[in-house]
């Protein structure tokens, strides 16, 4: 029985770490723009059909998954340099129907490239490891790498460095930023390239063992909402806390209860939330921002 | 504070929302005149197309689309043009339900085929049944064709598959399984039929678990069958998932033999199953093994042409689902060809086939039976690096 719950508790944590990147990538455009990305599952889409697409055409499996994680970043930019940029008075309400948009669009170009069937990329290298009757596919070990690689290194940026600390500067001063001289159309390039790049990680990581297809980033974004809202929005390392717990409680769900009720938890948690406790998990909140 | 829980509450809820926007239509067909004598004869299709189901709808969408050309560039039926008019359900119950509406009133189908799973078939069937047009089904379920009078089917029913799967479970010895069901209409009984026909073989079904088509993490279902107690393992659903389903089983670390239904009759199984798929035995059509064919084969002559054929226009293989395809098409032409468009005697007609060799069987329909193929119409395949391999007619 406890190798059971172990077993849940190992896979709901690689699920949990694709919820964990997207909400990373949520999280990191909007404590710039205060901007709701809808596209962010798309990204992840996008890039594991690209790079299945490149190693269809002969290009190694490595090769393929770098160049499909940096055009997808490539193309994170593109869509706030022609989308998002061209929206003078942005609002959040705005942003969620124009990201929709973008989705959707996005959605239909994948359809139309690569047809409507689901695949997936072969995993990755390494053995699935046995321990105690616990068995955990490399594959997983690469989702949770990724998370912590590419989730460590973005809260590392914004939290440590100048240039993050200045990002965040824009979305909560933006007059104030641009007087002690930090761009805002440069923030917001970067703050879409680092959504892009947590998004094709996701994405291509994910890809082995739950499969790309064009219509599976929209649930996936959406739940990758759901922890960032457990963050509150704001805080990484609260989002990806949230997005560990997420898929645990999906998978325990699956496991104890019924696997038909799993894509409800993650609607079931955004209601609590947002009912009981809108700021998230964050602990340490400061009553006086308004 | 207030505000700020409110202007944080609203984006949230209408990000919640964009979930059931995502459902948006697309038609794949035209619409033009009625259907009287003279005109072309109008044949509507609803496929599952995109969605769970595209690995079925796809296959079929091109069969379709290959034969209604052929039939046409040689002159149609009786001179008479056949127009194909394709519809996607995007693989779920209300898009079939729909499509099939409008192929009945707006384009005036004289005849209907689909869908590809049993559930959107389910739910084109009383729309048939009101409407007194012929229905032909390329799904499994023995439900969809239960006591109809318009509706008939070209897959395998999933009883005679069943029937195939215990008949080699008590050959080996099995006296206990445990089985892991789509949660769809495809795998709807499935676990009442094993517990009715294990019993006249001594074998005992110990655990069920379900899983939808559209689930990508098969931990918890894999989890619970390896504690279950069983000498054999059933895995019935369709590709991806099936295959996604024995890959999860295998990574897990169990090591019991595994049934799989003839919903993974492609090629795509192996795509989501890889390696773990070595070994599983599924009853399916002669389809995917037809070089391994006994010389003396009856079907081996039309799959081998249905496959040639579909090679030559897609450039990649067919699977059983194309096949069902191709049989519906054909069933439909041949009583055309006898008794026009009146549905009465359309419907008449087909419910007197018998004898039509197709790809999934060899086809006897009568007033009581409207899926026409019986256990004969199935091997059992094993699977073997990377493609099914025949084990026993």
Redesign the interface.
Known sequence: ?FT?FL??T??GLS?GSVYALLAVGLIAIYSVRHI?N?AQGEFASLAGLGALWLVAAGMPLALAVVVAVLSVTVVAIAIERLVIARVKNMT??I???LT?GV??LLQALM?LLW??????L??FAGS?I?LA?V?I?SQELWMLGALVVVGGGVLLFYEKTRFGKALRACAEQPVAARIVGISPVLASIAAFAIAGLCGAVAGVVSSP???SS??GG??LG?KG?VAA?LGG?VSFRAAVVGGLLLGMLE?YV??YV???F?DGVA?FI?ILV?IVR?AGLVIRRA?A?? | ?K???L??????????L??G??A?GSNLGGDSGSGDEEGPIKIGAVLD???VG??L??PEQNTLKMLAKKLNDSGGIDGREVELIIKDNQSTEDGAAKATTQLIQDDKVNLLIGASRTGPSLAMRPIAEQNKIPLISVAANASIVEGSEWVFKTAQNDNVVIERILDDAQDKGYKKVALARD?TGFGEGIADQITAMGKDRGIELTAT????PS???F???M??L??ADADAVIIWGIT?SAG?AQKAYK???VDKPVYQSHGVGNK?FF??A?DSADGVIAPMGRLLVVDQLPADDKQADVIKAYVDDYKAEFGSDPSTFGGHAYDAWNVAVEAFKKAGTDPEKLRDTIESTTGLVGISGIFNFSKEDHSGLDASALILAVAKNGRWNLDKV
Request: contains cysteine; hydrophobic residues 45%.
């Open positions: 029985m059971d077993q849940l190992a896979a699920q709701v809808i959040t309400l942003s969620i129907i929709l989705s959707t359809l047809g409507p069937e689901a695949r997936g072969p995993a699935n046995d009757g068995s596919r063992i739950f499969l064009w219509s929209l649930l959406l909402f809202v929005l998978s699956a496991g019924d696997s038909g799993r609607f955004l947002l809108p009553e921002r308004v | 504070m505000w700020s829980r202007r944080f509450a609203i984006p949230a809820a209408i990000a919640t964009a979930l926007l995502t948006c197309i995109t969605g595209a690995n709808g796809v949660a678990e379900s899983f939808e689930a990508t993490d931990t918890a279902q989890t619970k390896r504690s991806p996604l990574q897990i670390g795509e795509d989501a890889g």
